[in-house]
Structures are given as C-alpha cells and as structure tokens.
C-alpha cells in the first residue's frame, strides 16, 4: 500500500534551524513541506522518492527502451537518419 505524501506550511526561519529534523520527517513520513517567506511561498521540500515518482514521470517501458538502446550501442541517430525514416514512413502511408 502506498503513502500518499501529506503537505504542510513552514516558514524559512524554522527550516534554517530545524533542517536535520525536516529532512527525517520528508523522508520517514512521507511529507512535503511548502516554505514561505515573508508569508509568500517559495520552494518545496520533498523526499527524492516523491520527486522521482511525481516530478519525473517516464514510464517504466520507456525507460527500459532507453537503457536497452544505450547499451546496443542505438541511443544516438543523426538527423538524416531520422529523416528517411519519417519520409519512408510517410511514403507507406501513402501521404
């Protein structure tokens, strides 16, 4: 079962003196914090996990594709390449 990540309010000054604490609750709670200066947001604090998940989104299988093309030595095509390939494609569609 996932956790969804709770997200609470805290001012610059008490991040400057409680960082160490913040870091353990983002990361063993799951808790995002939006950090406001002069009562105006400014950043958000959030564990890499929640990062990852929500901020980089790639499917996994496109990240598989990728990883499987780098290591066959295909992860580069010159523009060319990329050209014939969409004028073939265009040419079978018939367009």
Not at 32 to 46: M, T
Not at 90 to 95: D, F, L, T, V
Request: aromatic content about 4%; cysteine-free; hydrophobic content about 45%.
């Amino acid at each position: 079962m996932e956790i969804k990540p709770t997200t609470r309010l805290i001012d610059a000054l008490t991040v400057r003196t409680r960082f160490g604490e913040i870091m353990e609750t983002v990361e063993q709670e799951q808790v995002r914090f939006v950090v406001s200066r002069r009562g105006k947001a400014k950043l958000v604090i959030l564990g890499i996990r929640d990062y990852l998940r929500n901020i980089i989104k790639k499917p996994e299988v496109l990240v598989q594709l990728q990883l499987e093309a780098k290591e066959a030595g295909q992860d580069t095509i010159a523009d060319a390449e990329i050209d014939a390939e969409i004028a073939a494609a265009r040419q079978a569609q018939g367009k």
